[in-house]
C-alpha cells in the first residue's frame, strides 16, 4: 500500500513538542547557559566557558558530597532490598491479614515527603520527640543536631521506614504469582527451605528486584527533601548530599555558574546510571 | 514400593463439615497393592487429585487412616513419605540446568554424587533430553518441560509410589503415546506401585490394569477394563466410559421382563430389583443390534465416525445410541433389539444383581 504524505500531518505532534520543551527543553538550556557564563545579576553575563565544569570537578566539596551520596545510596539498598524480601517472604498470602498488610505497607508510601522529614525531626528530638527522649533517658547518649552519625543513622532509618514498603510491595507481587504446584514440586523433590527461596522464589522475584533496586537507587541518589528537613545538611556538611549541596549553591549563595555546572554533571550521572540500568535490564530479559 | 491402604478416609476443604456434600472426598476404602498400576478416572472436580494429595501428604485428611505397608503414615510428611508425584502443568526450576533439575530431588536427599550422575543419565536418555543436559531449562518447550517433571519423579528408585496427576494434558498427542508406553514399560520393569490421575478414558484404560473410577467424592466401581465396560456398577460408569456411553433408560421390571412403555424386554436373569425406587436398564450401543425385527424406532441422524456408524434415536420416546458396522445397511423402518448378555438393570443407579436382595 501506498502511503499518503502529507506534511501538515507534523502539526500534530505539534502540542507535545510544545509541551516537552516548556516543561524540559528550555529550563535545561537555560541551565546549560548559566553554566557557562558568569553573571553579578543586572542581567549581566560573561563568557566563562568550561571554567565552571572544571571547577566542579576539581573541588572537594563536590567529591564529598558525590561519596556522602553513594555510601548513602549503597547502605540503603543493601538494608532495603533484603529487609523488604525478608518481609515479603512473611506476608500472609491468603485471609484476612492480605489487605492489612498491604494497606499498612502502602501506608508509608502514602505520605507526603516533607511530612516524612518532620515526623522524624520531631520524632527524634532529644527534647519533646518520643525516639530521641526515649533514647537518652535509657542512656543512649543520642543527638542528631550535633552528632554527625546520629544524624546519618536517623536518616537512613528514615529511608528504610519511608521506603522499604516500595520493595516489599513489589516482592509480593512477583511472590504471589507463583503457582501452588512449584510449592509442592519441591516439597515432593524434599527441598529445603533456603532452596525453595533459592530455586523458586528468588527466580520468579528476579524481575520486579531489578525494577526495585533501580527505583531505589535513583531515587537515594537523589534524595533532597527529607534530610534536609530533618538535619538541613548538618551538623557541619555531614548529611549534605548532591541535591543539598546543589540548592545551597544556587540559591543560598547564588553562584548560578557553579550551580548549573554541577546540575549538568549530576543529571549525566544520573542518565548514566539510568542507562546501565536499562542495560542489564534488558539483556537479562533477551538471555530468556 | 509399598501397599498403601486408604482407611475410611475423607477430607473436607471448608470447617466444620456435617453434610455429605461438604466434603470433597466422601469416604473412600482402597487399598493400592504393592506394584500395581491404577488408574483413577473420572470427571473433572470428582475429588481424584484430592485423593492424590492425600496419598502423598501434601494434604492431610480430615478424617481416616493412611497406611503405608501396613503401617500408619497418616501424620508423616510429604518427604517421610517418600512418594514421587507428577503435576498437570510442568514444574521446572528456571535457573537449573536440565541436569541440575533432574539432580535435584536425589541431591536434597545427600545421594552420593556418582550415584546422582548415573541416575540422572540413565533418565535423561529415557526422556531423550541428552542433548539438552547442560542447558537451562527455562527455554524449553512444554512437553519438554513436562518431560524434565517426569523425570524427577522417575529418578528416585527407592520410592514408596509414583502418583501422576493428570500429567499428559500439556503434551502433544503423538507424544502421549511414546511417553505413555515407556511409563507402562517402566511400570513392567521396575516394578513401581503407581497411581495414575486422569479424565481420559483411553488413557486410563491403556495404562492401568485396575481403573478407580471416582463419581462426586467417592468410588463407583474399580475393576479391569474389561469389567468398567461389560459390567459397570452404577450408570455414571456406563456414561463414563465408552463412547458412545451406556443407553440408560427407565423401565419397570416384573420377573424376568422389563417394561419400556410399550415394550417388553426379555431380561437374562430375574432381577430383585422390584421395590426398589428408580429402577433403570443399562445396555452399551455395542449390544443393540438393528434388523428387520424388534421394537420399532425413530432415526434421528446417523454420524459415520470411520470405523463404524452411530445411530441415533428415539424408543418410545428416550433417546438411544446404537454403533452399526462400517458395511451394515440400516433398514428403512428400522427396529431394534438389545442382546442379553449386554443388558444389566440398575436401582437408584446402583446395579443389581440376579440373586435377589444383593447388590454388586
Known sequence: MDKTWNNRAWFMVLPVLLLVAFSAVIPLMTVVNYSVQDTFGNNEFFWAGSEW???????????????????????????????????????????????????????????????????????????????????????????????????????????????????????????????????????????????????????????????????????????????????????????????????????????????????????????????????????????? | MARIDLDHVRHAYGPNPSRPEDFALREVNQVFEDGGAYALLGPSGCGKTTLLNIISGLLHPSHGRLLFNGDDATELSTQGRNIAQVFQFPVIYDTMTVYDNLAFPLRNRGVAEPDVDRKVREIIKMIDLEDWSKRKARGLTADQKQKISLGRGLVRSDVNAILFDEPLTVIDPHMKWVLRSQLKQLHRQFGYTMVYVTHDQTEALTFADTVVVMHDGQIVQIGTPA??????????????????????????????????????????????????????????????????????????????????????????????????????????????????????????????????????
Open chain 1, 53 to 288: 565544569f572544571q571547577e566542579m570537578l576539581t573541588s572537594d566539596r563536590f567529591w564529598e558530597a558525590m561519596g556522602r551520596n553513594l555510601i548513602f545510596s549503597f547502605v540503603i539498598l543493601a538494608i532495603e532490598i533484603p529487609l523488604g524480601i525478608f518481609i515479603a517472604l512473611n506476608m500472609p498470602k491468603s485471609g484476612w491479614g492480605v489487605p492489612v498488610c498491604l494497606v499498612l505497607m502502602a501506608l508509608p508510601l502514602l505520605i507526603p515527603w516533607n511530612v516524612v522529614g518532620t515526623i522524624w525531626q520531631v520524632f527524634g528530638r532529644v527534647d519533646i520527640g518520643l525516639l530521641g527522649y526515649t533514647l537518652n533517658a535509657l542512656g543512649v547518649d543520642y543527638n542528631y543536631v550535633n552528632d554527625s552519625f546520629d544524624a546519618w543513622v536517623t536518616v537512613i532509618v528514615m529511608d528504610i521506614w519511608h521506603w522499604t514498603s516500595l520493595v516489599v510491595l513489589l516482592c509480593y507481587a512477583g511472590l504471589v504469582s507463583i503457582p501452588d504446584a512449584y510449592y509442592q514440586a519441591a516439597k515432593i523433590d524434599g527441598a529445603s527451605r533456603w532452596a525453595v527461596f533459592r530455586y523458586i522464589q528468588l527466580p520468579k522475584m528476579n524481575r520486579v528486584l531489578l525494577i526495585a533496586v533501580l527505583l531505589r537507587f535513583m531515587d537515594s541518589f537523589m534524595i533532597y527533601t527529607e534530610p534536609f528537613v530533618v538535619t538541613g545538611g548538618g551538623p557541619g556538611n555531614s548529611t549534605t548530599f548532591l541535591s543539598i549541596d546543589l540548592v545551597k549553591m544556587a540559591v543560598g549563595q547564588f553562584d548560578l555558574g557553579p550551580a548549573a555546572a554541577m546540575s549538568i554533571i549530576y543529571f549525566l550521572i544520573v542518565l548514566l546510571l539510568s542507562w546501565v540500568f536499562y542495560t542489564v535490564m534488558t539483556n537479562y530479559d533477551a538471555e530468556r
Open chain 2, 227 to 360: 469389567e468398567l465396560f461389560e459390567r459397570p456398577k452404577h450408570t455414571f460408569v456406563g456414561y463414563f466410559i465408552g463412547s458412545p456411553g451406556m443407553n440408560v433408560l427407565p423401565v419397570t421390571v416384573e420377573g424376568r421382563k422389563a417394561r419400556l412403555g410399550e415394550q417388553t424386554i426379555e431380561l437374562p436373569v430375574a432381577p430383585s430389583a422390584e421395590g426398589q425406587g428408580k429402577v433403570e436398564l443399562g445396555i452399551r450401543p455395542e449390544y443393540i443390534r438393528i434388523g428387520a425385527l424388534g421394537m420399532p424406532v425413530k432415526v434421528r441422524k446417523v454420524e459415520d465416525i470411520g470405523r463404524h456408524k452411530v445411530l441415533r434415536a428415539s424408543l418410545e420416546g428416550q433417546e438411544i445410541a446404537a454403533i452399526v458396522g462400517e458395511d451394515e445397511s440400516i433398514p428403512e423402518n428400522p427396529r431394534v433389539r438389545f442382546d442379553p448378555a449386554g443388558i444389566n438393570i440398575y436401582a437408584n443407579s446402583w446395579r443389581v444383581d440376579g440373586e435377589p436382595g444383593r447388590r454388586v
